[in-house]
């Protein structure tokens, strides 16, 4: 199990209710399932977000290959508008 800090980013900070917070998780997929117990909102936000992992994209990878080692970052960015 890794320790890390999970990091959101607009709509995701807003609906965490937190900038980040400490996790202790496996996996990605681990991750997002923790994170998103009882709080509907951001389960709603973290299905249409990317993620980086240490600065690195995830993008089409499953999130269940994606494993953590201890003092990993994870950023939660929703879809932005505009360009």
Do not use: C, Q
């Amino acid at each position: 199990m890794a320790k890390g800090m999970i990091r959101y980013w607009a709509a995701a900070k807003d609906a965490a209710g937190v900038a980040e917070e400490p996790f202790e998780a496996v996996t990605l997929a681990e991750l997002m399932t923790n994170v998103t117990l009882g709080r509907d909102e951001l389960a709603r936000v973290v299905r249409r977000s990317s993620f980086l992992v240490d600065g690195d994209p995830v993008g089409r990878r499953a999130h269940e290959s994606i494993v953590f080692a201890d003092g990993v970052t994870v950023e939660v960015l929703p879809p932005f508008a505009g360009g």
